[in-house]
């Protein structure tokens, strides 16, 4: 996933829970903005993927992190 809006805060990483690897991608202008998670209604499709559409607005007063069940890399 590419940082489209060059945010501070833009990582992704991967954390395996009972036998299935998660999702999550952390985006936002602040460290010190409090954290949003974003936990859609899945499964089968990674939201995260449309993150950059609707979620510019929301990192300027939250760090949002996106976990998804499905594997998008």
Known sequence: ?????????FFEEYVHINGIDH??????TKYS??????????P????STLSYIFQKQWEEIYTVVHWDQADII
């Not at 999702?23 to 936002?28: A, I, K, N, R, V």
């Not at 089968?44 to 939201?47: I, R, V």
Request: aromatic fraction near 14%; charged fraction near 15%.
């Open 1 to 9: 996933m590419k940082n489209k809006y060059n945010r501070s805060i």
């Open 23 to 28: 999702y999550l991608l952390h985006s936002g």
């Open 33 to 42: 903005n409090p954290l949003m998670l974003f936990l859609h209604g899945g």
């Open 44 to 47: 089968g499709f990674a939201e």
